[in-house]
T-cell receptor, first 111, second 117 residues
Framework: QKEVEQNSGPLSVPEGAIASLNCTYS??????FFWYRQYSGKSPELIMS????GDKEDGRFTAQLNKASQYVSLLIRDSQPSDSATYLC???????????FGTGTKLQVIP | DAGVIQSPRHEVTEMGQEVTLRCKPI?????LFWYRQTMMRGLELLIY????????DSGMPEDRFSAKMPNASFSTLKIQPSEPRDSAVYFC???????????????FGPGTRLTVL
């Protein structure tokens, strides 16, 4: 079992719709969870971090964490073509500064 | 503030040659990470440093790979000899402890695209 798993996609949604990206992780000791966005040919950039169960909202983005189910998700409301990118889920094990990345989900927002 | 700086941005070399990738972290950051990204394996951590000291090199694929951080503002990743399977994008990232969270945001450089023929 991979440490961090994501559906590779592509996930296609129409402009204005809600995009839902999912991630599961294997280590119950994980404490910090991150979503990075990576445009084609560019480097990853952090868009959301979440540390406790529940929802965390930032603009059009909402991160959801369920530690009991070892599941973290990212919702993008009112999706825009500029949101088209690969979204990487990253998870940290308690006490360590390093994170483990999933292989990413490619999102395509269709105008 | 300048972000993480990497050089070269592109490197094309022949199998068997030595390759050196360079990274300058964000000033004041005390953690530095080297990653490799391929389509098949995604983003893999190779090694990371804290205060110039290597903390975890378990991701370094084999002895052909080595990394150094002689000071707080410079790190190198060397591959000797290079092989075609080393072709990938290599990212450097840096971070610092803010005390707010157990793990802090990593800021990535633009990457070096390595092609080994």
């Amino acid at each position: 079992q991979k440490e961090v798993e994501q559906n590779s996609g592509p996930l296609s949604v129409p402009e204005g719709a809600i995009a839902s990206l999912n991630c599961t992780y294997s280590d119950r000791g994980s404490q910090s969870f991150f979503w990075y966005r990576q445009y084609s040919g560019k480097s990853p950039e952090l868009i959301m971090s979440i540390y406790s169960n529940g929802d965390k909202e930032d603009g059009r983005f909402t991160a959801q964490l369920n530690k009991a189910s070892q599941y973290v998700s990212l919702l993008i409301r009112d999706s825009q073509p500029s949101d088209s990118a690969t979204y990487l889920c990253a998870v940290n094990i308690a006490g360590y500064q390093k994170v483990t990345f999933g292989t990413g989900t490619k999102l395509q927002v269709i105008p | 503030d300048a972000g993480v700086i990497q050089s070269p941005r592109h490197e094309v070399t022949e199998m068997g040659q030595e390759v050196t990738l360079r990274c300058k972290p964000i000033s004041g950051h005390d953690y530095l990470f080297w990653y490799r990204q391929t389509m098949m394996r995604g983003l893999e951590l190779l090694i990371y440093f804290n205060n110039n000291v290597p903390i975890d090199d378990s991701g370094m694929p084999e002895d052909r790979f080595s990394a150094k951080m002689p000071n707080a503002s410079f790190s190198t990743l060397k591959i000797q000899p290079s092989e075609p399977r080393d072709s990938a994008v290599y990212f450097c990232a840096s971070s610092t402890r803010t005390g707010v969270a157990s793990t802090d945001t990593q800021y990535f450089g633009p990457g070096t695209r390595l092609t080994v023929l």
